[in-house]
C-alpha cells in the first residue's frame, strides 16, 4: 500500500519557467513533509520541509504548499534552472510514538529542465 | 562536514553469496536506515535501528538482516543474495525526530547479484 504517491513519473519545463511537482498521500497521521532532490550516484539531500500547522513554505526559489483536505501537497520551483535536473522525492512523517523519525517516500518525479 | 559513507560504491556478488554493506555517520544521529530504490518504486525502507543494538523491520525485510552495534555504523546483510536483490542501496541517519533537518544519505551502493 503505497502511503505517500507521486503520480508523475517525470516532467519536463523550460528554463526560467515553473516546474510544479505534487504529490498525494493516504495516512491521515502524517503530520510532517519534506522534499529530497536526488542526482546521479550521489544520495538523496534534503530540500525543504513543511509541518502540518502550515500551508506554505518558501525558502528562495523553493515553495511547498500543504493542502491537508485534499492530502496533497506541491513543490514550486520558479524560475527552473538546469541544475534543477533532477529526482525529486517527496515523503511524510508522523509525529512521537514509535515512528522515531521514519520517513515514507513516494516513487520519485524526474525533473528535466531544458535550456 | 557532516557525512553518511557508504563502504561500497559499486559491488557484484553471486548469487548464495553472503553480501555485507557497511555504512558509517558521524553525526552521533540516534537513527539508522537502510533503503533500496528501484526505478519506479521509490526508495522502499529495508530495516531501520533507533539506537544501539535495536533493529526494527521496514517495508521489506524479506531477505535481509542487519546489525548495529556501534552508534556510528550500521550495517545490512543479504544473507543469501539473489538476482531480485539488485539495486541500489541507500543508507540514512537522522536525529530521534526527523523534524531536525531530516535524513543525511549516504551516496549509495549499486549492487549487482549475477
Known amino acids: 500500500d503505497q502511503q505517500v504517491k507521486q503520480n508523475s513519473p517525470s516532467l519536463s519545463v523550460q528554463e526560467g519557467r515553473i516546474s510544479i511537482l505534487n504529490c498525494d498521500y493516504t495516512?491521515?497521521?502524517?503530520?510532517?513533509f519534506l522534499w529530497y532532490k536526488k542526482y546521479p550516484a550521489e544520495g538523496p539531500t534534503f530540500l525543504i520541509s513543511?509541518?502540518?500547522?502550515?500551508d506554505k513554505n518558501e525558502d528562495g526559489r523553493f515553495t511547498v504548499f500543504l493542502n491537508k483536505s485534499a492530502k496533497h501537497l506541491s513543490l514550486h520551483i520558479v524560475p527552473s534552472q538546469p541544475g534543477d535536473s533532477a529526482v525529486y522525492f517527496c515523503?511524510?512523517?508522523?509525529?512521537?510514538?514509535?515512528?522515531?523519525?521514519?520517513?515514507?517516500f513516494g516513487q520519485g518525479t524526474i525533473l528535466t529542465v531544458h535550456p | 562536514d557532516v557525512k553518511v559513507t557508504q563502504s561500497s560504491r559499486y559491488l557484484v556478488k553471486r548469487t548464495g553469496e553472503k553480501v555485507f554493506l557497511e555504512c558509517v555517520q558521524d553525526?552521533?544521529?540516534?537513527?539508522m536506515f537502510w533503503y533500496r530504490q528501484d526505478p519506479g518504486l521509490g526508495l522502499r525502507l529495508i530495516y531501520f535501528?533507533?539506537?544501539?543494538?535495536?533493529?526494527e523491520k521496514g517495508d521489506i525485510p524479506e531477505g535481509y538482516s542487519v546489525s548495529r552495534e556501534k552508534k556510528e555504523r550500521f550495517s545490512l546483510i543479504l544473507e543469501s543474495a539473489s538476482t531480485n536483490q539488485t539495486s541500489m542501496y541507500l543508507c540514512?541517519?537522522?536525529?530521534?525526530?526527523?523534524?531536525?533537518?531530516?535524513?543525511?544519505f549516504g551516496s549509495g551502493t549499486r549492487l549487482t547479484v549475477v
Open positions: 513543511i509541518s502540518s500547522i502550515k
Open positions: 553525526m552521533d544521529h540516534e537513527n
Open positions: 540514512a541517519s537522522s536525529f530521534l525526530n526527523a523534524r531536525r533537518g531530516g535524513y543525511t
Open positions: 515523503a511524510a512523517s508522523v509525529a512521537g510514538g514509535t515512528s522515531y523519525g521514519k520517513l515514507t
Open positions: 535501528s533507533y539506537d544501539v543494538k535495536m533493529k
Open positions: 495516512n491521515s497521521m502524517f503530520d510532517y
